[in-house]
């Protein structure tokens, strides 16, 4: 196992759900800088307030990633020794705006792609995702399931990965590929392109119907964000994960319509009133991951969704006036 300690650490999209929560992990590493890059489409600076209190030697540069002689000149600037690139534009807008999700998603990736080539870092690990699988082939999934995408986010993310796999291939980068599945826990957006517990708890906090998109059997494999960061640094870590692909998963399903009891029955409020509206345009149906990687290479394997952490997550947005 590596050390992240003395590193100058860069985290494209550190104002984000997933990257403030990693910011947050890797001042724990002793690290000698942390640069967070952000656009703030969707990054929020209340997210990273408590990092910013508590490590001094972290820079806030408000910059969209697929801006290449930009990451260059910072890049080498703040002599950066590791990326972890969380920078995204979400599902949700690529159903709005699908030609801008596919090309900035898709320059982010390449734009690190071609500076670890040309030497200007050491490290990157890419964040995925498990919607470029699309709905399970067979279960559980593995890192060789097909990339089955089927939605404009979820092919911009299979190209990415494809293309930071031949980086790998042909120039030998040291990189790592993660492929979070469902993420979730405090600080996820509630404003537009919220995820699922956002939506419900905006609905029951306006006093609306619950809506479940579709007849609710879909599954996901939910993971609490903590433990999800904390397999991102352990990738990087770990010397036998160079040039993987690994999942970030519990290895557990759970149907949408299941976690909308289950928040509800958290809340006491097991009555509340839910209607069932059309399926989402290019919604997966199944989704449920094969972590044997994860637990070979690095010796962990993340605990399913608990009750406790999705209290912790329901807390934090009913405390949220955003």
Wanted: hydrophobic letters at 40%; proline letters at 5%; glycine letters at 6%.
């Amino acid at each position: 196992m590596r050390t992240l300690k003395n590193q100058n650490i860069l985290v494209t999209g550190g104002a984000g759900f997933i990257g403030s929560h990693l910011v947050d992990r890797l001042i724990l590493e002793n690290c000698n800088s942390i640069t967070i890059v952000d656009n703030f489409f969707l990054g929020n600076l209340q997210n990273i307030s408590d990092a910013s209190q508590n490590f001094k030697s972290l820079e806030i540069i408000r910059m969209d990633s697929s801006d290449l002689s930009g990451m260059q000149d910072l890049i080498s600037y703040r002599n950066i020794d590791t990326v972890f690139n969380l920078s995204v534009v979400p599902l949700p807008t690529s159903l709005e705006y699908p030609a801008h999700t596919i090309t900035t998603n898709i320059l982010s990736v390449t734009n690190l792609c071609e500076l670890a080539r040309k030497g200007a870092f050491e490290n990157l690990v890419h964040s995925s995702s498990s919607e470029a699988y699309g709905s399970a082939e067979y279960v559980p999934m593995d890192e060789k399931h097909p990339l089955n995408a089927i939605t404009p986010y979820a092919s911009s993310k299979a190209a990415g990965d494809k293309i930071l796999e031949t980086y790998l291939h042909t120039f030998e980068i040291n990189g790592r590929i993660v492929r979070p599945f469902n993420t979730v826990g405090p600080r996820q957006n509630a404003g537009s392109y919220a995820g699922i517990i956002p939506i419900v708890v905006n609905r029951i906090k306006e006093g609306k119907e619950i809506l479940i998109n579709g007849d609710g059997s879909q599954t996901r494999d939910f993971i609490f964000v903590k433990d999800s960061v904390d397999v991102m640094i352990k990738v990087l870590k770990c010397e036998q994960a160079k040039g993987r692909s690994i999942n970030i998963a519990s290895g557990k399903e759970i149907s949408i319509k299941e976690l909308i009891y289950r928040i509800l029955n958290i809340l006491s409020l097991e009555n509340y009133p839910i209607l069932y509206g059309p399926p989402r345009p290019g919604d997966v149906q199944r989704h449920l991951a094969d972590v044997s990687l994860c637990e070979e290479l690095l010796g962990i394997k993340p605990a399913p969704l608990s009750d406790e952490a999705l209290s912790k997550t329901l807390d934090w947005y009913f405390a949220s006036n955003d």
